[in-house]
C-alpha cells in the first residue's frame, strides 16, 4: 500500500514540474537553420527582414531577448549578413545574427532612379557622337574643318573628372577624347586602352523598382504575425495559483514520508480534534449557539467531512499531505466569498447613502403649495414685491416675520416660499395652505410661527 501512495506522490511532483517548465524544454532540440543573404530592414527592435541570395526571396525574422550579434552591434540595411534561425510555431526566430560584409555593398540602389537615368542618356549621346564623327580608330585622321555656323555648338566629349563616372561607364571601344588645336580644328587624340571594368548593366535600375512590391507586404504581414505571437503563453500565472495548495501538500507530504517526521501529523491531529469538538458542542448548544449555527456549522461540515475521507488513507504521509492541500483549497474559497460578500454590502450601504442624500437635497415632493386668493403688490424690496393679501397680510405683520428670520427675509411669492435679502437669493422659508411658517435652511424644516385668517404673525 506504501508504494502505491509513493507512486501517487511522485505523478503530482511530475505534473506540477511539467506546468513549470516551458514547452520548449519538453521538446528536444531542434535544428537551426541558416540563411545568408542582405539585410533589407529593420522594423523595431523585433523584426529584420533578410533578402536570400540564392532565391532572391525574403523572409521575415523575430529578434528575441537571446539573439546574439557578431559583432556586438545591430546590422545596417544594405549590409551582408548569416542569420541562424530556429523556426518556432510557424515562426522563424534569429538566434545569431553575423554580418559579413561592413558598410553598404556598391549597386545602383545608391543613386536614385532619375539619376541612373540620366547618365545611361549621357553614355548613350557620347556613343553615337564618337561613332559618328570618329574615323576608325587604327587609323586617326584629322577632322574637316567646322563652319561658322556650327561653332556656337560644337559638340566636345571631354574627360569626366570624377573617376567613379568613369568606372560605370561600359568601355566596349578604346575611347577618343577631342582636343581643340585652334579655332577651326580639331584633333581626335587615342588614349592608352585601359582595364575593362565591368559594365553597368541596364536591367538594374529595374532592380531598384522590384524592391518595391518586396517592401510593401512588410506592412501587412508583421502585425498579423504579431497578433499571432503576443497571446502565446498568457494566463500561465493564473494556472498555477490554482495547484500552490497542491504543490505546498506534496511537499509536505514528501517532507514527512522522506524526512521521518511526524510534526506536521501531529499538528494536522491536533487540527482535526479541535474541529470535532467544535462540532459536538455546536450541536448541543441553544440559544445564542444557534446563531453561530448559520455560518460555523457549514464550514464545520466540510472540515469533517474532510476528516472522514482521509481515513481511508492508510500512509500517514500522504494524509497529512492530502488533508494540508484540502484544508488550504477550502481556506481559499472562504476568503474569495467573504470578499465578495463584503464588497455586495458596502455597495449596498453606498448605493442607500447616495439616495438619501439625493432625497435631502430635493426635498419633499408632497409639500402643498400656498393658495393665493388675490395677487396684490404694496411693496418693492430690491426690485421684487411682497405679497400683501395672504391671509391680509400686512407691512407690520411682514416685518414680525422678519424677526423670525433675523430679518434676512427678502420677499415672499405666490407659492409661499420665503427668499432671503442677499444678492443672490435662496429659499430660508416656507408658509404651507395653513399658515404655518417653516424654516428650511436646516435639515429637518423647523415650525417657527403661524400666520391666523387675520393676517397675524404668531410664535409657533
Given at each position: ?155 566636345v566629349v571631354t574627360k569626366e573628372p570624377s573617376p567613379k563616372r568613369i568606372e560605370s561607364k561600359p568601355l566596349e571601344q578604346p575611347k577618343t577624347v577631342e582636343k581643340t588645336v585652334d579655332s577651326f580644328q580639331t584633333t581626335k587624340v587615342e588614349e ?162 447616495a439616495l438619501w442624500v439625493t432625497a435631502l437635497i430635493l426635498g419633499w415632493s408632497g409639500r402643498e403649495r400656498v393658495k393665493v386668493p388675490t395677487q396684490t403688490y404694496v411693496e418693492s424690496v430690491k426690485q421684487d414685491r411682497l405679497l400683501e393679501d395672504i391671509f391680509l397680510f400686512s407691512k407690520t405683520e411682514f416685518e414680525k416675520l422678519k424677526d423670525k428670520f433675523e430679518n434676512r427675509v427678502g420677499r415672499v411669492d405666490n407659492d409661499g416660499k420665503i ?42
Open positions: 500500500m506504501r508504494l502505491k501512495h509513493f507512486w501517487a506522490m511522485g505523478l503530482f511532483l511530475v505534473y506540477g514540474i511539467f506546468l513549470l517548465s516551458p514547452a520548449e524544454s519538453l521538446a528536444g532540440e531542434e535544428k537551426y537553420l541558416i540563411l545568408e543573404g542582405t539585410l533589407k530592414s529593420i522594423e523595431g527592435n523585433r523584426w529584420i527582414e533578410v533578402e536570400n541570395e540564392k532565391d532572391m526571396t525574403s523572409i521575415h525574422l523575430r529578434i528575441g531577448w537571446k539573439t546574439v550579434y557578431t559583432p556586438h552591434r545591430h546590422p545596417i540595411p544594405g549590409e551582408r549578413v548569416k542569420v541562424q534561425y530556429l523556426v518556432q510555431k510557424g515562426t522563424p526566430v534569429a538566434h545569431t545574427v553575423a554580418i559579413l560584409e561592413a558598410g553598404a555593398p556598391k549597386s545602383v540602389s545608391k543613386e536614385s532612379p532619375p539619376k541612373v537615368a540620366q547618365k545611361q542618356e549621357e553614355i548613350e549621346t557620347k556613343e553615337r557622337v564618337t561613332s559618328q564623327t570618329s574615323p576608325p580608330v587604327d587609323q586617326p585622321q584629322t577632322a574637316p574643318p567646322v563652319p561658322k555656323e556650327k561653332k556656337e555648338q560644337p559638340i592608352p586602352k585601359k582595364a575593362e571594368i565591368p559594365p553597368v548593366e541596364t536591367p538594374k535600375p529595374a532592380s531598384i523598382e522590384q524592391i518595391k512590391p518586396i517592401v510593401k507586404p512588410t506592412k501587412v504581414i508583421v502585425p498579423e504575425t504579431k497578433r499571432m505571437i503576443e497571446p502565446q503563453g498568457a494566463g500561465i500565472g493564473g494556472i498555477i495559483i490554482y495547484f500552490i495548495p497542491l504543490i505546498i501538500g506534496a511537499a509536505i507530504g514528501s517532507v514527512t514520508y522522506w524526512g521521518k517526521t511526524n510534526s506536521f501529523v501531529n499538528g494536522i491531529n491536533k487540527f482535526d480534534a479541535w474541529v470535532m469538538n467544535k462540532w459536538m458542542v455546536l450541536k448541543e448548544e441553544e440559544g445564542k449557539g444557534k446563531i453561530k449555527r448559520y455560518w460555523a456549522v457549514p464550514i464545520l461540515w466540510i472540515v469533517n467531512g474532510i476528516i472522514k475521507l482521509s481515513e481511508n488513507i492508510k500512509n500517514e504521509a500522504v494524509r497529512c499531505g492530502a488533508k494540508t492541500s484540502a484544508y488550504l483549497y477550502l481556506i481559499g474559497i472562504i476568503a474569495i466569498i467573504t470578499f465578495y460578500a463584503v464588497v455586495i454590502v458596502l455597495v449596498i450601504i453606498f448605493l442607500i447613502i427668499y432671503s435679502n442677499d444678492i443672490f437669493p435662496v429659499q430660508i422659508g416656507l408658509i404651507d395652505s395653513d399658515g404655518t411658517v417653516y424654516n428650511t435652511e436646516k435639515m429637518f424644516r423647523e415650525k417657527v410661527g403661524r400666520i391666523d385668517e387675520d393676517g397675524r404673525v404668531h410664535d409657533y
